[in-house]
Structure formats: structure tokens, C-alpha cells
């Protein structure tokens, strides 16, 4: 009777060491049907991952009448001075034909800071001296930078324009340059949407 106690002792082991493998091990060495047990893929590409950024610049149209928004892909800088600097600078080169820039010939950025949520560009005196005088082409001059900046970095709220280094009442003496000012899509062409009441405001 002592050995079959032993043989049946030994079956029972067995028998345990077996369930434990098939309902224990195994689960732990392979995984079920349909796990992954390689490393999470990376996320999704964003836009601007090469580099670039989609910026809307502002340019007037053909017949003279309007400003025109015109996209162009420029470096992309996750600083906000910097990524200002880069859209101002594209700002005032030569348009696509036929657009015409809005910035008289000439015009340099000589220096651009922020002091909260307002951004202050100083512009070369070429900006006043080679301007034709209008008041519709000052208009588009004042918001062709105000809405590049505006429109393109949500951190700007409002843009003074200096000339020289120095605060100025106008550039030709129509649009009152004092204080900041805020986004106005007034005169920006735009066929789906009519301008919205805040931006019926008269600057001048």
C-alpha cells in the first residue's frame, strides 16, 4: 500500500505541475491571440514636421482695390520673437505676380519685440518716405503687418508700428499709429465671408 500511495502521489504531482503550465505558465510566455509585445509606434507625423509652417501673408490684389491673403511655407521657429521675425521679413519681400506688395521699396525690419501680448515692429524710414500717400494704401501698408502677425501667431494680440526707432502719430497721416492695433480683416478680399461687425471698426 505505501508504493501505490507513493505512485498515486506522483500522478497527482504531475497532474498539478501540469495544470499550473497550461493555465499559468503559458499565458505568461505567450501572450494571447492579438497582443502586441512590441513597443508602442510612434505618434502621427503632425504638419510643419518638415520644418515649415503654413503662414498667410497679406498682399494687395491687382486692381488695387483690397489686400489679398496669400500662403507661403516658411521656417518654422518655436520661439515667438524669432517666428515673428521670419514672417515680418517675408512680409516685406516681393510678391507673387500679380499681387503688389503693400510695403513701399525699400523697407526694412530693424528691430521687433513683445511686451505681452503686444508686439511692437520697427520699420526703416523708407516705410513713410517711398509711400505713395493714399489713404486706402496706407491702410493696406498698417494691416498688411498687423494682420500677418495677428493672423499667424495666436500670442500677438495687437502690433504698434515704430519707424526709425520712434513712436509715430501716422506714416503718411492717415491711420493713427499711437497705440497698438488689433486684427482688422476689413479690407482683406474674401468671397465666402462677409466681414463680421469687429471688423467694421474705422481705424483712422
Do not use: C, K
Request: proline share 9%; glycine share 8%.
Amino acid at each position: 500500500m505505501t508504493r501505490q500511495h507513493w505512485l498515486y502521489g506522483g500522478l497527482g504531482a504531475v497532474a498539478l505541475v501540469g495544470i499550473w503550465v497550461l493555465f499559468v505558465g503559458l499565458p505568461r510566455w505567450y501572450p494571447p491571440a492579438g497582443t502586441e509585445t512590441t513597443a508602442a509606434p510612434p505618434t502621427a507625423a503632425t504638419p510643419g514636421d518638415d520644418g515649415l509652417v503654413n503662414a498667410t501673408l497679406f498682399y494687395i490684389s491687382d486692381d488695387g482695390m483690397r489686400l489679398v491673403g496669400f500662403e507661403r511655407p516658411l521656417a518654422r521657429d518655436a520661439d515667438t520673437a524669432a517666428q515673428a521675425r521670419i514672417i515680418l521679413e517675408a512680409q516685406l519681400t516681393e510678391p507673387p505676380t500679380p499681387l503688389l506688395s503693400p510695403i513701399p521699396l525699400g523697407t526694412e525690419l530693424r528691430a521687433f519685440y513683445m511686451a505681452g501680448q503686444d508686439a511692437f515692429v520697427d520699420l526703416s524710414a523708407e516705410v513713410t518716405l517711398g509711400h505713395s500717400g493714399g489713404s486706402l494704401e496706407e491702410l493696406f501698408t498698417v494691416y498688411a503687418i498687423v494682420n500677418a502677425l495677428t493672423t499667424n501667431i495666436p500670442a500677438i494680440n495687437a502690433v504698434q508700428i515704430l519707424v526709425n526707432g520712434n513712436e509715430v502719430d501716422t506714416l503718411v497721416g492717415h491711420v493713427d499709429l499711437q497705440h497698438p492695433l488689433e486684427r482688422n480683416l476689413q479690407w482683406v478680399a474674401d468671397p465666402n465671408t462677409a466681414p463680421s461687425p469687429d471688423d467694421q471698426t474705422d481705424p483712422l
